[in-house]
């Protein structure tokens, strides 16, 4: 059983679009990230959640937008999609966002805007 | 400012060699926890250990091991007899305060057969 999931793992898409990529988890855990890594494998923070309350919030374009129906998802919109989103993006989650817990991270969505 | 330095972008080795990944950190937070993550060329992150300020005893999985030193505030992971199976990108991560785990660069080991 999978423990983070993300759908799609690769999304290839032009310029201009409007994209989600949905992630779940089944571990039972209260917090869930959005994680941007780029072509040279720097991990940056986008958002976090907390029992669906925003509570990471990082300096990203306003065109990204998470979405949290419950704990166990967290879903991330971008519009007008540009060249520079191209990257992979990882959800995770965290029993909870205290910092002793590790999170667990899911598969990846390769984002290619031409 | 909490920060995290992973000084060696790329180390190669040949297998059955040791190699040992530095991570140093910095925090003025007496509390705070420090984290190691592999990344594999499959692409999913792993989390490996979790170790938190207030212990500092070394710690030894099979053929991994972290020595934790607050006097350097460094928390070095090494891999004995290395294999193939252990080339990825590996991570160092710290949490103090707040909610966001900072992480390091990465370095990427390759392990030649």
């Known amino acids: 059983d999978t423990a983070v999931s993300q759908t799609p793992k690769y999304l290839v898409t032009q310029m201009g679009n409007d994209k989600s990529i949905k992630c779940e988890q089944n571990?039972?855990?209260?917090?869930m990230y959005w994680y941007k890594q780029d072509s040279k494998k720097f991990l940056k923070i986008m958002f976090s959640?907390?029992?669906?309350?925003?509570?990471i919030n990082e300096t990203v374009p306003n065109r990204f937008s998470p979405k949290s129906p419950d704990k166990a998802h967290l879903n991330l919109h971008i519009n007008s999609l540009e060249l520079g989103d191209s990257a992979v993006y990882f959800c995770?989650?965290?029993?909870?966002?205290?910092?002793?817990?590790?999170?667990?991270f899911g598969p990846g969505t390769r984002l290619t805007v031409t | 400012a909490q920060k995290v330095t992973q000084a060696q972008t790329e180390i190669s080795v040949v297998e059955k060699e040791d190699v040992t990944l530095d991570c140093v950190y910095e925090?003025?937070?007496?509390?705070?926890?420090l984290f190691w993550y592999k990344q594999p060329p499959s692409g999913e992150l792993v989390f490996l250990i979790r170790?938190?300020?207030?212990?500092?005893q070394n710690e030894i999985s099979g053929r991994y091991s972290w020595n934790f030193q607050k006097s350097t505030s460094s928390f070095n992971f090494t891999i004995t007899a290395s294999q193939v199976v252990d080339s990825a990108v590996y991570f160092c991560?710290?949490?103090?305060?707040?909610?966001?785990?900072?992480f390091g660069a990465g370095t990427r080991l390759f392990v030649k057969a």
């Open positions: 991560a710290l949490k103090s305060g707040g909610f966001k785990t900072i």
């Open positions: 959640y907390n029992n669906k309350e925003l509570i």
């Open positions: 170790r938190n300020s207030f212990d500092e």
């Open positions: 571990l039972g855990h209260d917090t």
């Open positions: 995770a989650s965290s029993q909870d966002p205290t910092f002793s817990y590790e999170q667990y």
């Open positions: 925090t003025r937070d007496t509390t705070y926890y």
